[in-house]
């Protein structure tokens, strides 16, 4: 795949993971009584809403440098950024670990479940940019720049 054509499906990818992403943690942070929780003995605490709504910011840095990176060309450490940012759609595997999760209504389940898509998608796509990065740098790129005279 080109540096271009890999380009455009990550914008893709980001652009959906985002639109998601806000419905996903918009819900979850207004209502957050809403979401069933871990019972008194579960070993993970739940996030408090406030850990929910700063957590999309923080995950969203990382989707954003990660961005910025690949377009710099720095696809390796772009790949890295966004692998973090899958995070925030593969958190949402935890909805499922708790009881009662699979009795919230079926527009909740639908934006959980495609946000975790989202986070797979763009984990697998940071896992091939990563493995191919030689490949997806245009052999102009890769040439040093000539030197500087005094």
């Not at 207004?30 to 003995?41: E, F, L, T």
């Not at 996030?47 to 990176?69: D, E, I, K, N, R």
């Not at 009795?103 to 896992?127: N, Y």
């Amino acid at each position: 795949m080109s540096y271009l054509r890999a380009t455009r499906v990550l914008c893709w990818l980001l652009g959906v993971a985002f639109v998601i992403s806000i419905v996903h943690y918009v819900d979850n942070y207004a209502n957050y009584d809403d979401y069933p929780v871990p019972g008194p003995d579960a070993s993970i605490p739940a996030p408090s809403a406030g850990l929910v709504g700063v957590g999309w910011f923080l995950f969203t840095a990382f989707g954003a440098v990660g961005l910025l990176l690949w377009f710099r060309r720095h696809i390796t450490t772009a790949a890295i950024a966004l692998t973090g940012y899958s995070v925030s759609g593969l958190i949402g595997i935890a909805h499922y670990s708790v009881p009662g999760a699979f009795e919230m209504p079926l527009w909740r389940q639908a934006h959980i479940v495609a946000d975790i898509l989202c986070g797979v998608a763009i984990l697998v796509f940071a896992l091939l940019a990563a493995r191919y990065s030689d490949d997806l740098i245009p052999p102009a790129a890769k040439q040093p720049a000539p030197p500087r005279v005094p």
